[in-house]
């Protein structure tokens, strides 16, 4: 079980996006640079963050977490997981998702790919090539949405009417920092933009939350 040594605050919400147009459940979230990606179930849709607009959208299965390696997309898709051209919407491999299809954030970092597992409540990194489990953190709570960020391994949780994003040790699985959502709002998909903001999927609600990343902490 993570240690909890944290600093708490209140999450600040600067922007909702959504609902979109026959994409009522938001899943996966992820940012290639310059737009929004989320898995809405049967498409994986792009956004542009400053309008809202919906500029892509790839037919592929999409039913929990997505990730972005620089170059590709990579979806979770029942018990797989699918490297996808975002030119094309082409698959050009897959791998097994660690959970069996029990699987749910997905992000990239470190060179690996980092997988949620909801109810497990643990956190994988897995090797993007074959699947293997690289190493595993153990968290208290229900692990949705993760996403790296200047060496900084975040993701979010979900359980009930309480939800957060929360900063952990990635090597001890520590909590230390947690970004309180209001109650009732929920995280599904997480990703950073690699600057001031969270995207954060809201679930049914169809919502995509930009959420301000607290200053780094000195000294870290």
């Given at each position: 079980?993570?240690?909890v040594?944290?600093?708490?605050q209140p999450?600040?919400?600067v922007?909702e996006y959504?609902p979109?147009?026959?994409?009522p ?8 640079g310059s ?8 498409k994986?849709q ?6 809202g607009?919906i500029v ?7 039913d ?5 390696d620089?170059r590709h997309l990579?979806?979770?898709a ?7 051209d975002?030119a094309?919407?082409?698959v050009?491999?897959t791998i097994?998702a660690p959970?069996?299809?029990?699987d749910?954030g997905?992000?990239?970092g470190e ?8 109810r497990?409540r643990?956190i994988h990194q ?16 229900f692990?949705?949405g993760?996403t790296?960020v200047?060496?900084e391994l975040w993701?979010?949780?979900?359980e009930?009417d309480?939800a957060?994003i929360r900063?952990v040790?990635?090597?001890t699985?520590?909590?230390?920092t ?5 109650a009732?709002?929920g ?10 903001l969270f995207?954060a999927?809201?679930g049914a609600s169809?919502?995509?939350?930009a959420?301000r990343k607290?200053r780094?902490?000195s000294?870290?």
């Amino acid at each position: 079980m993570s240690k909890v040594s944290e600093t708490e605050q209140p999450a600040e919400t600067v922007r909702e996006y959504g609902p979109f147009p026959g994409a009522p459940h938001v899943h996966g979230v992820s940012f290639d640079g310059s737009r929004v990606w989320f898995a809405s179930g049967e498409k994986l849709q792009a956004f542009e963050p400053a309008s809202g607009r919906i500029v892509r959208a790839l037919d592929v299965a999409c039913d929990a977490g997505t990730a972005f390696d620089g170059r590709h997309l990579f979806q979770i898709a029942g018990d797989r997981i699918h490297k996808i051209d975002p030119a094309t919407g082409e698959v050009l491999s897959t791998i097994p998702a660690p959970g069996g299809g029990r699987d749910s954030g997905l992000a990239w970092g470190e060179g690996t790919l980092w997988v949620g597992q909801y109810r497990d409540r643990k956190i994988h990194q897995i090797d993007p090539d074959t699947g293997a489990i690289l190493r595993t953190i153990e968290s208290n709570r229900f692990v949705t949405g993760v996403t790296w960020v200047d060496g900084e391994l975040w993701h979010g949780t979900w359980e009930g009417d309480d939800a957060d994003i929360r900063q952990v040790d990635p090597e001890t699985g520590e909590v230390l920092t947690r970004l309180t959502m209001p109650a009732g709002t929920g995280v599904s998909g997480l990703e950073s933009d690699q600057g001031e903001l969270f995207y954060a999927g809201g679930g049914a609600s169809g919502r995509v939350r930009a959420v301000r990343k607290p200053r780094r902490r000195s000294g870290r």
